[in-house]
């Protein structure tokens, strides 16, 4: 089964792609651990998108479509995967329809509130990168890690004016999406609100598994 994920950060969707690769056994490909990883094994797209990176330029479609064709070629993908950050644009989404047949895209909506509230709240050991969270996952002692007693971080993009910073550039980027795959009838609205666990079954009755 071919999945897409769409939905703002801090909608869970990375939560919930973790549990339905393993409910479903396919593959979840996220573009930012894609990224990562070419440029940590200085692959010639990882050159490339490094180098862009450190420009401060954005990633164009060509590379990350490329990327994602890529990773399409490994045996893993064969029975279908959960794709997680692409596609971003029309272009990319036309890229992907060329490449692959599309089963069903799940839209995680979530209201601005609880968004806030859900990334507001990370905090972040900076030596191992083990994230916490003051009222869902909190430390035993208030801003000090489990393991390494080293103070919690917040991370820049955790705070409150970069969070609707970035849901103004989803909302931009994003609300296209969402109308082409409606036209397309793809689209699987979903409420993220709940505890992964309900959020899940109501994916999995969503796309009638």
Excluded: W
Aim: glycine fraction near 8%; hydrophobic fraction near 40%.
């Amino acid at each position: 089964m071919n999945l897409v994920f769409l939905g703002p950060p801090g909608a869970g969707k990375g939560t919930i792609a973790a549990l339905a690769k393993e409910r479903l056994d396919i593959p979840h490909i996220s573009t930012g651990d894609l990224f990562r990883a070419a440029i940590k094994n200085e692959t010639e797209l990882g050159k490339q998108v490094k180098s862009i990176l450190a420009s401060g330029e954005l990633v164009p479609d060509s590379v990350t479509v490329a990327m994602v064709r890529e990773r399409f070629l490994l045996k893993d993908t064969d029975n279908g995967f959960i794709l997680d950050g692409f596609p971003r644009t029309i272009a990319q989404a036309d890229s992907l329809a060329e490449m692959k047949f599309i089963d069903h895209v799940v839209n995680f909506e979530l209201g601005r509130e609880e968004i806030v509230k859900r990334l507001s709240g990370r905090r972040m050991c900076k030596s191992t990168g083990r994230i916490y969270h003051i009222i869902y996952n909190p430390p035993k002692v208030e801003g000090i890690d489990d393991e390494t007693n080293e103070p919690l971080i917040q991370r820049e993009d955790d705070k409150e004016e970069a969070i609707l910073n970035r849901l103004e550039v989803y909302d931009r980027q994003t609300a296209p999406l969402i109308e082409y795959y409606e036209k397309k009838g793809l689209l699987r609205n979903i409420d993220a609100k709940g505890a992964p666990e309900s959020v899940l079954a109501q994916m999995l009755e969503a796309i009638g598994r």
